[in-house]
């Protein structure tokens, strides 16, 4: 035999002893790798909008160019006109939801889970939609599903990252 790999019993315990350290490890750098997929796709969705997602409301236009006009009276315009003066990308007002998105890594016991969320309150009405009312108000928020289907849609690339890991642990 040319160039033989041998190893004793003592070594091969050793590896084995060490395997599920390093299987642990490998299952967190996945699920890191995976939230940072869904984080990313997520932003990228408000950022472009989806097909599916329903137009802002003319009052919504009319106050988002309302206040880019600083203020002075816009009264009724096309959405070419309102473009060129405001914002008409629905999930993107201010940007605070944009930029508030993050994932986070947690280890509970021998478990490790991955979270992504928004670190603003509206942020779930603005994924699910939401209809209130009460005395002198009230909310249509129609759904603009942003998170979930950054996740559906990158199931292959999330399995693609957790098999990178784990090659990268077994043999």
């Not at 299987?23 to 990228?44: F, H, M, N, Q």
């Not at 919504?60 to 096309?78: H, L, P």
């Not at 060129?84 to 280890?107: A, F, Q, Y």
């Not at 009312?133 to 559906?152: D, Q, T, V």
């Amino acid at each position: 035999m040319s160039n033989p790999l041998t190893f004793g019993f003592q070594t091969a315990l050793q590896k084995l002893a060490a395997f599920p350290d390093r299987l642990s490890r490998a299952v967190e750098l996945g699920l890191g790798d995976s939230a940072l997929i869904v984080e990313k796709a997520t932003k990228e969705n408000i950022v472009k909008g989806r097909p599916e997602w329903p137009p802002l409301a003319p009052s919504t236009i009319k106050n988002r160019v309302a206040r880019v006009g600083r203020g002075r009276r816009v009264g009724k315009m096309n959405r070419t006109a309102a473009a060129r003066l405001g914002n008409l990308t629905p999930l993107i007002d201010t940007g605070d939801m944009l930029r508030s998105i993050h994932h986070e890594l947690d280890k509970k016991g021998g478990d490790s889970e991955a979270a992504i969320g928004w670190g603003v309150i509206y942020g779930r009405a603005q994924e699910k939609g939401m209809k209130k009312s009460g005395p002198g108000y009230r909310i249509n928020l129609p759904a603009r599903p942003h998170m979930e289907p950054a996740l559906k849609e990158n199931l292959d690339r999330i399995r693609s990252a957790f098999l990178r890991r784990l090659r990268q642990v077994l043999p």
